[in-house]
């Protein structure tokens, strides 16, 4: 099976601008995690859905919002980036919802805000 | 507020020898999950061992065991004879069994000479 697969790998970005992030999980899942790392404050988690709902979120501001399609693939979006939004932004997928199962974590998108 | 602390922001271990992690956690919960996460440079995030604080026996998953003391909220992650594949940083996680909301330690550098 392919594992989770995060696009783009890099982007570079203006303050003001807005971007999107996509993450296809590994097929059969249909749980996605997103997170954000940091040197500063580390991996903080952002946000999860299943089954097309948005199941918990992490305590960020509403410029950082999610969805996820019917096919189990999932897009965070940030609108008015600052500098503080770089950051290496990393989705997991897992089966179901249960906290034990294995989240498999994709390779990230490294967002960088100028 | 549930917090994991890693206190050791670096470590280093020759080729074969054997190195312990610590991680000490904060959380009135009385069941929840404890993991250590390994993440290779510019390599995906990896589980390397989970446990449940409801069982008593410390998992072990090859070479790699937990110490974990529930009173103490301690989880320390041991590497036994250690491989220049070892090399990563390795982040402490806590979660509670649902929602996810997975919080992780600042990490632990480690470093395996040959």
């Known amino acids: 099976k392919a594992g989770v697969t995060q696009t783009p790998r890099y982007l570079i970005k203006t303050r003001g601008q807005q971007v999107t992030l996509s993450c296809s999980p590994i097929?059969?899942?249909?749980?996605v995690s997103w997170y954000q790392q940091t040197p500063g404050q580390g991996l903080q988690f952002l946000f999860e859905y299943f089954s097309e709902t948005q199941r918990n979120k992490g305590n960020f501001p509403g410029r950082f919002s999610g969805r996820q399609f019917s096919n189990s693939r999932s897009e965070m979006n940030v609108s008015t980036l600052e500098l503080g939004d770089s950051a290496l932004y990393l989705c997991a997928s897992r089966q179901g919802l249960a906290v034990q199962e294995t989240q498999y974590f994709g390779p990230g998108t490294r967002l960088l805000v100028l | 507020a549930q917090t994991v602390t890693q206190s050791q922001p670096e470590m280093s271990v020759q080729e074969a020898e054997t190195v312990t992690l610590s991680c000490t956690y904060d959380t009135s919960e009385s069941d929840y999950y404890l993991f250590w996460y390994k993440q290779p440079p510019s390599r995906q995030m990896i589980l390397v061992i989970r446990q449940e604080a409801y069982k008593q026996q410390n998992a072990t998953e090859n070479r790699f065991s937990v110490n974990f003391q529930k009173a103490a909220k301690s989880f320390s992650l041991k590497i036994s004879d250690s491989q220049l594949g070892d090399a990563a940083m390795y982040f402490c996680a806590y979660s509670v069994l649902e929602p996810n909301d997975m919080r992780f330690g600042a990490g632990t550098r480690l470093t395996v000479k040959p």
């Open positions: 097929s059969g899942h249909r749980s």
